[in-house]
């Protein structure tokens, strides 16, 4: 079975640092790859998707993630965060064919500001 | 006008009884799903309908009975509730052939 694995928990950083997030899947087809986001008290908001193409993805708010496939990662980034960026952040990946999200146990990302 | 829409919000509820959550989406989409999110903020996936047929039945209590009148939504009944129930319930929807899934604003389910 799949899984997807995000290592760190917790995360506290003060504005205009960088952000890094890690995601490692253990799925060995091709797979189709996201980031999800959930502010305080909202529902699960797509940041970005990958399925093919350009292994760099840019998607909105200022974040980014690069697909390495010989690594099995999708890592999240964004080079200067804001106190708005509190949330949690939510790895998901799929088969390709397959339309079920597997969700990682996402990181709880805090920014002071 | 939002795309994927559960009912309720929150919801409160003693040990045993037995409630429904429901859920529409306006997107055409083909596919509908809930996952329970935990105090963790784990997301698991509980069911998934295709054309309001079953495919997805992850390990649940036979206790929780989704309920696909149409394609456009998916109720989750849940009977003889007990603490642990409590989660935040999420909807959401895809159509075949696409990548992406719709969430839905999800129900805080608190059972005392």
């Known amino acids: 079975a799949q899984s997807v694995s995000q290592h760190n928990h917790h995360v506290i950083l003060s504005e205009a640092a960088s952000l890094e997030l890690g995601c490692n899947y253990s799925y060995g087809g091709t797979v189709n790859l996201f980031w999800y986001v959930q502010y305080p008290g909202q529902h699960l908001q797509l940041l970005l998707k990958?399925?093919?193409?350009?292994?760099l993805v840019k998607g909105i708010k200022g974040f980014e993630a690069e697909f390495i496939k010989s690594k099995f990662s999708f890592n999240l980034r964004k080079p200067s965060v804001q106190w708005s960026d509190t949330a949690e952040y939510f790895c998901?990946?799929?088969?390709?064919?397959?339309?079920?999200?597997?969700f990682g146990r996402g990181t709880s990302l805090i920014v002071h500001p | 006008d939002t795309a994927v829409s559960q009912t309720p919000k929150y919801l409160v509820t003693q040990m045993g009884n037995d409630k429904s959550i429901k859920c529409e989406q306006n997107l055409g989409h083909d596919t509908m799903y809930w996952y329970k999110q935990d105090s963790k903020k784990f997301l698991k996936i509980m069911f998934s309908y295709n054309n309001k047929e079953l495919i997805i039945n992850e390990t649940v209590p036979n206790r929780f009975s989704p309920k696909s009148p149409d394609k456009a939504h998916l109720n989750l009944h849940i009977n003889s509730l007990e603490l642990g129930d409590s989660a935040v319930y999420f909807c959401a929807s895809s159509q075949t052939g696409s990548i992406e899934a719709f969430f839905g604003q999800g129900t805080r389910l608190t059972v005392v």
């Open positions: 990958y399925f093919s193409g350009d292994p």
């Open positions: 998901a990946v799929n088969r390709r064919g397959s339309y079920i999200p597997t």
